[in-house]
């Protein structure tokens, strides 16, 4: 009996591809850096052949070659199987195409299999498949500041891990000094920046964090949106600004009432330091100042004087005392105008100065 050359796919015939004369058989939707499978839901099926060759090339859409097929899997593989068909018998051969395209767009695989029967006669059969090609989609919307700062010491948490990207494990990313230096780097789509946030070293800087997928970084949609991003973002950290409290008034403030303080008021010798702000969403940032090089100064030259200074909390207390000698100068129920006072330190953000308004003393 004549023996006939049977070229099937699990589920629909692969004579199919010769019938349509190399037209588009099927149409994949996939996102950029994607492993996926042609055919995506069997393995294309030769049976009784003695040889096989196969080429696959990916074209754009206009027909221009872009690439070769990266992977083209065979079961069995082409060494076992031509040990099997030494004795002239043909054998049943599994093969598909397994790629992953970088760049979205619509492209073609055009593949061309070459097959041997057992009757010696060759065959090609062409084999095109249209594979379309998008970025992926954000599981979660990015929601870090883009114009807001950070200040030090801030919380915070966000994950770039896309809906179609399967795989936890292929996750990875890096935050970036504006050197290049690499400040932090881990696996998974979660990035805490809290580390880099509490690094001095940081502070009125641009950081950048990258977002990788099986060590590539890649562009995305936001859910709902068509405009594509990089995995990629800058945040800016800064130090917050230094705060005073107390009874005695800063020279910047613009109210005309005039200052007046008795020299028996304890909350006069207080003076409070703290760095803080508000934050775009409404929260708010306490630091305390870690001093060093305490200075204070008065006008008249003396009159104020430096007791001790002390950290609790995110405050700073500066301890001040009078002059006892210069008190007595002045008579009971007296007073002493125009009164200068002048603080300065540095702190781990560096030098603070602080002036002042005029104070009227009573006695």
Not at 14 to 28: H, N, P, R
Not at 75 to 87: H, I, T
Not at 134 to 142: F, G, H
Not at 340 to 356: I, P, Y
């Amino acid at each position: 009996m004549r023996k006939f050359v049977l070229i099937l796919t699990i589920l629909t015939p692969f004579v199919l591809f010769a019938q349509k004369g190399g037209k588009i058989i099927d149409t994949l939707h996939v996102v950029t850096l994607q492993k996926f499978k042609i055919p995506s839901d069997r393995n294309i099926v030769l049976q009784n052949i003695l040889g096989l060759s196969v080429d696959a090339k990916f074209l754009d859409e206009s027909g221009a070659f872009v690439r070769k097929a990266a992977d083209i899997w065979q079961s069995p593989k082409q060494a076992e199987f031509r040990k099997e068909v030494r004795g002239g018998r043909g054998v049943t051969v599994q093969i598909s195409f397994r790629d992953a395209i970088e760049k979205p767009g619509r492209y073609i695989l055009d593949a061309k299999i070459k097959i041997k029967d057992e009757n010696r006669r060759t065959h090609v059969i062409p084999a095109k498949y249209l594979v379309i090609v998008d970025y992926p989609t954000m599981a979660t919307k990015i929601k870090l500041r883009k114009k807001a700062p950070y200040y030090f010491s801030e919380k915070e948490t966000f994950s770039f891990a896309t809906i179609e990207f399967p795989d936890p494990n292929k996750y990875s990313y890096k935050i970036l000094s504006p050197s290049g230096r690499v400040l932090q780097q881990g696996k998974g789509a979660v990035v805490v920046l809290d580390t880099v946030f509490k690094d001095l070293n940081n502070v009125d800087k641009k950081l950048t964090v990258q977002g990788f997928y099986n060590g590539k970084q890649f562009y995305y949609h936001e859910n709902g949106s068509n405009e594509a991003s990089k995995s990629e973002w800058t945040v800016t950290l800064k130090a917050p600004s230094i705060n005073y409290f107390g009874d005695w008034v800063v020279a910047s403030d613009k109210s005309n009432t005039p200052v007046v303080l008795s020299v028996y008021n304890e909350n006069a010798k207080k003076l409070l330091f703290t760095y803080g702000n508000s934050t775009v969403e409404g929260n708010y940032v306490f630091v305390a100042p870690k001093i060093r090089n305490l200075i204070v100064r008065s006008d008249p030259d003396g009159l104020v004087t430096l007791k001790s200074y002390l950290t609790a909390g995110v405050f700073t207390y500066v301890y001040i005392d009078f002059n006892q000698e210069m008190l007595n100068l002045i008579e009971d129920c007296g007073q002493l105008d125009n009164v200068k006072l002048h603080v300065e330190f540095t702190s781990q953000f560096g030098r603070v100065t602080q002036d002042f308004k005029p104070t009227t003393i009573i006695k």
